[in-house]
């Protein structure tokens, strides 16, 4: 009897851990949408590879999904790094749910239909304009505490169109639509950004609509301009009067605390990264410094970031800690800055001897002697172009300048 009843609990067990073969979502292209206004919809594409894998495309971008989960007819899947997760109720090819950020306490509706290929849907099926180049941008032109500048830059063929907006703590990075007469429409979907963009465009000018999930949105206006540039990102964050150093001490996942007074900083060059895991250009900068961290001939630069979360609880904060430096492989120091909140005003108060934080990620440059040499504000990623190569020559130009002084 007793052999009888562990068999009976192993068959229990494993049947209990399948999924419904017909709940799995099909292979193949999906149209995905997020209800981002009572009228508005933001589509993106993505295509199931296996049971448990998908990938989610935004222009050049390729995001690979292989934490999918289900149960009975419900379906989880959560994007790398990121906490956003969708959760859907599967029916014949037809996904229904939402976009859920738990530590924000933020719900969007989500559909998705299967075997549909087009992101956006044409009206007219002509484009009446062509917006490829560069464009100088205003978010929130006529509110003044809202307002901010910002650059368009743009690549049309036909009626297809990617580009980003750079601005001056960032880009909104891989943006994909069309132009739908005198319409443009972009979107992105990464897992923690839902970004829409609608505009109408007429004579080399813009009026157009940003969504951010649907919790925010703002006007926009734009006008054709090639030789338009942003401020310097290298001038807008500096020390106060009457600090001379940049200092800190933060716990890191073990509890220790973390200063650049710690013996593996000793005159050596240093890399400060304030930053957050829910933040995609934090991602695009951790990526990057990651693989320079990890293949650097020298011994003589070291980096340490500095995480500000808005996870409610200090566990689930050092969580995303983990998951960001498992997915990117980060050898360096993450340390937990702040968690609850990821307020610029309140990380500041973390970091006084700043005049702000103006954004996130912002990079100190930290010379052999303890002297800060630069402070960098925001990050151009891959959806930038020119401007992401630029920045990787900067800054590889400027730590091998720091670390050849003596």
Excluded at 46 to 61: C, G, M, R, W, Y
Aim: glycine share 6%; proline share 3%.
């Amino acid at each position: 009897m007793k052999h009888l009843f562990t068999l009976f609990l192993i068959f229990l067990t494993f049947f209990s851990c399948r999924t419904n073969d017909e709940n799995e979502l099909k292979l193949g292209i999906w149209r995905a949408e997020l209800q981002v206004s009572p009228n508005e919809t933001l589509p993106f594409i993505f295509e199931v590879t296996s049971p448990q894998s998908l990938k989610i495309f935004n222009a050049d971008e390729v995001i690979l999904v292989d934490d999918i989960t289900y149960s009975n007819d419900t379906i989880v899947f959560r994007t790398p790094v990121f906490e956003g997760y969708i959760e859907a109720i599967a029916n014949e090819g037809i996904l229904k749910g939402n976009f859920i950020k738990e530590s924000l306490d933020r719900v969007v509706p989500f559909s998705a239909e299967f075997g549909k290929k087009e992101r956006f849907t044409s009206e007219t099926n002509k484009a009446l304009q062509d917006v490829s180049g560069n464009w100088e941008v205003v978010f929130s032109p006529d509110a003044e505490e809202d307002r901010y500048i910002a650059k368009g830059v743009f690549e049309q063929y036909g009626d297809k169109l990617t580009g980003t907006f750079r601005t001056t703590t960032g880009d909104y990075r891989f943006l994909e639509g069309i132009m739908d007469g005198n319409m443009m429409k972009l979107s992105t979907f990464d897992g923690a950004h839902a970004f829409l963009f609608t505009a109408e465009v007429k004579d080399d000018v813009m009026h157009g609509m940003f969504y951010s999930g649907n919790h925010w949105k703002e006007p926009f206006t734009a006008k054709r301009n090639e030789a338009f540039e942003l401020p310097d990102a290298n001038d807008l964050t500096f020390l106060k009067d009457g600090y001379e150093t940049f200092e800190f001490s933060f716990p890191d996942a073990e509890g220790d605390m973390v200063s650049l007074n710690d013996k593996r900083f000793e005159n050596k060059v240093v890399v400060v990264q304030i930053m957050g895991t829910w933040c995609p250009n934090c991602l695009d900068e951790s990526k990057y410094y990651s693989e320079y961290y990890n293949i650097k001939e020298n011994n003589n630069v070291e980096f340490v970031a500095l995480a500000f979360e808005y996870a409610k609880t200090e566990d689930k904060a050092f969580q995303s800690i983990k998951r960001l430096k498992e997915s990117l492989g980060i050898s360096y120091p993450v340390l937990l800055a702040q968690y609850g909140t990821s307020d610029k005003a309140k990380a500041q108060e973390k970091l006084p001897m700043l005049n702000h934080i103006l954004s996130y990620p912002t990079s100190i440059f930290i010379d052999k002697h303890g002297k800060v040499r630069k402070i960098h504000t925001g990050f151009n990623g891959p959806a930038t172009g020119e401007k992401y190569t630029e920045f990787k020559e900067e800054f590889t130009g400027f730590v091998d300048e720091l670390v050849n002084e003596n």
